[in-house]
């Protein structure tokens, strides 16, 4: 990795070098004065303030995760944030699915450099974008140091939003530690299923191992619960356990009821929170986002910063 990021200066410092107004250009690919603040200007959100990344994930398919990440977009949404949905499930992106739309442009044609980023940026009539993903989002691995470069420059566009919620794929790949390590919160979603709560606790226990961080941000949402009682007692042991045996700290952030309301909703291909914004989910994630908005994320680097430890970069 830090060869890598070598590398990287080494191109950055050729074309400070070749710059015949004497501007440099930082990691980020952005050109500015050499004397310019450190904080860039992609990095910040509205009023001056950094785009809050908030990465969700699971230990396995099928328990919810696109549902509550679009469905989160849109709570924030009511909240007056400007919310971008960035789907980086790599092998079966379904964001644009649970919206009943066809994107004609994704990720693949802004690595191949056919588009830009605010080209393929989809605004929905929700009141959120979404950017759709695509298989061919591995070939970033790849890339040259310089293609990679600009890659992430173009994705560093987001970066003007509120809220970059970033829908992984379940499991444990390599791509979806990634994000986890380098966003602001990490919300892990379960259900009460022993399969469900194995598999969450699988991919807790790998984020300990792989990361020696007490606090990073992870916050818990247990889906499909009968009752608060019932998903309070799957959070506890789950909490417990991680803190006693893999010294990382994680926060209950709230459940979601098993709501009938919410396969209706995907069956019609609109999230629950239109379909009826009254039902007990919707009533439940409101309350998630709610206590998300009023608790200060950890410190972080931005979007850009994200994108640069996401691609081995950070230097």
């Known amino acids: 990795m830090e060869d890598q990021a070598e590398k990287l200066r080494e191109i950055m410092r050729h074309k400070k070098d070749a710059s015949a107004s004497g501007d440099s250009f930082d990691v980020s690919g952005d050109k500015s004065n050499v004397e310019a603040p450190k904080t860039r200007r992609g990095d910040l959100g509205r009023d001056g303030k950094k785009a809050r990344i908030i990465t969700v994930t699971s230990g396995k398919g099928g328990v919810g ?8 977009a849109l709570a924030f949404a009511r909240l007056g944030k400007k919310v971008v ?32 980023i605010r080209e393929i940026l989809v605004e929905t009539e929700y009141g959120i974008s979404i950017v759709a993903g695509a298989s061919g989002f591995s070939q970033i691995a790849n890339m040259g140091d310089e293609e990679r470069q600009d890659f992430i420059s173009e994705l560093d566009t987001l970066s003007s939003a509120d809220i970059i919620i970033i829908d992984t794929s379940a499991g444990v790949s390599s791509n979806v530690l990634d994000f986890i390590a380098a966003a602001d919160d990490t919300v892990i979603i379960t259900t009460p299923e022993p399969t469900a709560i194995t598999d969450a606790y699988g991919i807790i226990k790998i984020i300990a191992t792989e990361y020696n961080a007490l606090n990073m941000g992870l916050k818990l949402v247990v889906n499909r619960a009968k009752g608060a009682a019932e998903a309070k007692n799957v959070a506890d042991r789950m909490i417990n356990i991680a803190g006693q045996f893999l010294n990382l700290r994680v926060d209950y952030l709230g459940f979601i009821y098993d709501d009938q309301a919410v396969p209706q909703a ?27 908005d009023k608790n200060k994320p950890r410190e972080s680097g931005g979007f850009g910063a994200m994108l640069r430890k996401f691609f081995g970069q950070d230097a």
């Open 65 to 72: 995760k696109t549902n509550l990440s679009v469905n989160m």
């Open 266 to 292: 995907v069956l019609r291909q609109k999230p629950f929170m239109v379909v009826d914004p009254k039902c007990k989910a919707s009533q439940c994630v409101q309350h998630i986002v709610e206590r998300l």
């Open 85 to 116: 949905v960035m789907d980086a499930d790599l092998g079966l992106a379904n964001v644009n699915v649970m919206l009943n739309m066809i994107p004609k442009y994704n990720l693949y044609h802004v690595i191949k450099k056919q588009k830009t």
